[in-house]
Structures are given as structure tokens and as C-alpha cells.
């Protein structure tokens, strides 16, 4: 049995299109009690809104997206699209060019890595890799960064999806240069 999604998990699934909006919708007026548990201003806003009106997905974004903190929303969004792709939903080419274009030329250029896949499912031929090879290599990359996400969230209690920096690249970086004095680093960095 599926765990009861709260109405801010199902708002967030709503904007990421995890959730159809007419489906929102009726779940939203079978739901009798739901105002007693909201602030004013968001009742107003869910039971108002038209869900009928052209472009409602769109103004469905522009009016719910600033009622939630943006952090506490892109890492649900991200983690949300993380296990998407390791399950392999259907979502896999909206996400890896959302990833990629829209999240990490922005605030998000760890998620870059895993966007740029999107050019390998494009034509596979180029990167010498078969599909079923590519979608278990981005699932493996999916896990590991969605693992290293988790990791730092719970070290850190007011942890910052902006903030984020994978670890193995900050580990790796800091074993060389303390192993070698910096000037040989760059010098062989330089003459490769």
C-alpha cells in the first residue's frame, strides 16, 4: 500500500507532472477536511484556482511554485528526478534536458553530468555504448549522486541543494594536492 502523499508532496508532484492536473483536482474536492489543515492564503489558492482554464499546468507552476521555500522544493525535485531515472519512467529525456540545460547551466552544475546523457541516448553510435549499457550507466550515476545528496543532508541540518558539491571530486582534489606540492599538480595537469 502506498504511503498518504501530502498536499504539498502532491502540489510538488502537480508542477513536475508526477500527477495529472485533473487528477490533482478530484483528489483535492474529495478531500473534506483538507481546509481545517491549511494555511488561509493556500486553501484560497488550491480550491480557487481553475483547473480548466488554457494554460492551467503552466499557471498552476506561477501561482504554487512561490508558496513553498525554493530550496526545500528543488530538493525534493531533484531527488524526486534522480529516482525517476533510476527506476526508469518514461520522463527520462524531459529530465535529463531539464538537468542538463534548464538546472546546470543555473544554480545545479552538479547535475550537468547526468544531463549530459541526454546527448548519448540521442545518438548512441557516437558514444560506443549500446542503450541498455546507457541506461544502466545512468542509473548507476543517478544512485550515486542521489546517494551523496542524501549523505550531506543528514551531516548537515541546513543543508542547501545550491550548495551541494560532490564529494569524490572535493576528496580527490584535496588527496593530490596534499600529497604533491601544488606547483607539481598544476605542472602536470598543464602537460597533459
Not at 114 to 135: A, V, W
Amino acid at each position: 500500500m502506498e504511503p498518504q502523499l501530502t498536499l504539498k508532496e502532491r502540489i510538488f508532484m502537480t508542477i513536475e507532472e508526477e500527477i495529472p492536473l485533473k487528477e490533482f483536482e478530484q483528489w483535492l474536492y474529495s478531500q473534506g477536511d483538507l481546509l481545517d489543515n491549511l494555511n488561509d492564503e493556500l486553501a484560497l489558492a488550491v480550491f480557487s484556482f481553475n483547473y480548466n482554464q488554457k494554460g492551467a499546468h503552466y499557471e498552476f507552476n506561477k501561482i504554487f511554485v512561490p508558496h513553498f521555500d525554493e530550496n526545500e522544493f528543488m530538493l525534493w525535485k531533484i531527488k524526486a528526478n534522480l529516482r525517476a531515472l533510476i527506476m526508469g519512467k518514461e520522463t527520462r529525456d524531459r529530465i535529463l534536458h531539464d538537468f542538463y540545460y534548464d538546472l546546470g547551466y543555473d544554480d545545479y552544475p552538479f547535475l550537468q553530468g547526468i544531463g549530459y546523457y541526454m546527448f548519448d541516448f540521442e545518438e548512441p553510435e557516437y558514444s560506443g555504448r549500446s542503450l541498455s549499457d546507457l541506461s544502466s550507466e545512468l542509473k548507476s550515476d543517478a544512485q550515486e549522486l542521489l546517494n551523496e545528496i542524501e549523505l550531506q543532508e543528514k551531516m548537515n541540518p541546513d543543508f542547501q541543494i545550491k550548495s551541494f558539491r560532490k564529494i569524490e571530486s572535493e576528496l580527490i582534489t584535496s588527496t593530490v594536492v596534499s600529497k604533491k606540492k601544488w606547483w607539481t599538480v598544476l605542472y602536470s595537469k598543464l602537460m597533459n
